[in-house]
């Protein structure tokens, strides 16, 4: 079964940074569109990056110049550094990619139709 599981997140204060991994099950998802999206409490799930098998990477305006999303693609793992975390970053973190038969736009959620499990990152001090 194809999966995707997030690690990296946590606990940090406001000004400091973690990095998010995803590894996927098979190589092949790393030619796929890939996301991050994220859930903070009471809320609805958001945008947050996306890197396209294609073309440049994307990014919501709220974690432009603090977030990078990479690729690995020897180790199947997408990344996101956060940098200059500020409390409103806290929320569940998740993976997502997108096979390519699916429609829609890169920033929605709709788009995607494998989802990780999500981890948690807190910032606060």
């Known amino acids: 079964q194809v999966q995707l599981v997030e690690s990296g997140g946590g606990l940090v204060q406001p000004g400091g940074s973690l990095r998010l991994s995803c590894t996927a099950s098979e190589r092949t998802i790393m030619f796929y569109l890939m996301g991050w999206f994220r859930q903070a409490p009471g809320k609805e799930r958001e945008f947050v990056a996306a890197?396209?098998?294609?073309?440049?990477?994307i990014y919501a305006d709220s974690v432009k110049a603090r977030f990078t999303m990479s690729k690995d693609i020897a180790k199947n793992t997408v990344y996101l550094q956060m940098n200059n975390l500020k409390p409103e970053d806290t929320a569940v973190y998740y993976c997502a990619a997108s096979s390519p038969a699916t429609v829609g736009a890169v920033t929605s959620e709709r788009k995607y139709d494998l989802w990780g499990q999500g981890t948690q990152v807190t910032v606060s001090s």
């Open positions: 890197f396209p098998s294609t073309g440049s990477r």
